[in-house]
């Protein structure tokens, strides 16, 4: 059986070491990631109809809320590029907005999978 430091290291979008740092403890982690897994679930694909709809101000809100919470739990590469895209998005509607939320929602579904899969595991508790 992989102990949950262990598991962390199988992980590419979830960074359960920089969690448990920035949060303090195994279940202030275990608190937030029912939340985290919801609000990806919903706010990935609401964003991505948003931009669809080429409502590029709620679409940039949603990344800025997202960007509240999003980096304590996942590595800085998938921080970075959803700061960019939040960025780019608050210039208003353009291409490259939506070409660069396309290419983020990838990390942003696996960070959701990869935080539900820790969950699931009999030594997150």
């Known amino acids: ?72 739990f996942c590595f800085a590469p998938v921080v970075e590029e959803l700061a960019r895209v939040e960025r780019l998005c608050r210039g208003g509607a353009n291409q490259a907005v939506v070409a660069g939320y396309a290419a983020l929602v990838p990390a942003l579904q696996c960070l959701g999978e990869e935080a539900a899969h820790y969950m699931a595991q009999p030594t997150a508790a």
Do not use: I, W
């Open 1 to 72: 059986m992989q102990t949950g430091t262990a598991a962390a290291r199988d992980y590419t979008c979830f960074n359960l070491l920089g969690a448990l740092e920035f949060l303090g403890d195994r279940q202030g982690v275990q608190d937030l990631l029912p939340v985290l897994c919801a609000t990806l679930a919903k706010e990935v694909p609401e964003t991505a109809h948003l931009l669809a709809q080429g409502d590029f101000a709620e679409a940039a809100q949603r990344l800025h809320s997202l960007k509240g919470f999003v980096p304590v």
